[in-house]
Nanobody, 120 residues
């Protein structure tokens, strides 16, 4: 069974840091690009960061660039999101996503999310 399980969320003060972890199982993790999305109440789901399957190429939303860092450890089937200098507008449920496209065939898996709340 394919599983993506997020952890590391919680309550943090503005300016603080959190590190999110996504543990993957049930598929060949190293073949997949990994992404972090977030969704706040009343907002659309937003792509926050992505990392290619070799772990070399990374991309970030403008709103988090310079503050967040995505990384992966293929030996451990895990992807991380280091979040620094957190702002109240970062408050959301954060979701881990795995995606692979081979020709016209796309595989796309989602975790169930972890809550991040930034508040004083």
């Amino acid at each position: 069974q394919v599983q993506l399980v997020e952890s590391g969320g919680g309550l943090v003060q503005p300016g603080g840091s959190l590190r999110l972890t996504c543990a993957a199982s049930g598929f060949t993790f190293s073949y997949y690009a990994m992404r972090w999305y977030r969704q706040a109440p009343g907002k659309e789901r937003e792509l926050v960061a992505s990392i290619g399957s070799p772990g070399v190429t990374t991309n970030y939303a403008d709103s988090v660039k310079g503050r967040f860092t995505i990384s992966r450890d293929n030996a451990k089937n895990t992807v991380y999101l280091q979040m620094n200098s957190l702002k109240p507008e970062d408050t959301a449920v954060y979701y881990c996503n795995a995606v692979r496209q081979v020709g016209t065939i796309t595989s796309n898996y989602w975790g169930q999310g972890t809550q991040v709340t930034v508040s004083s």
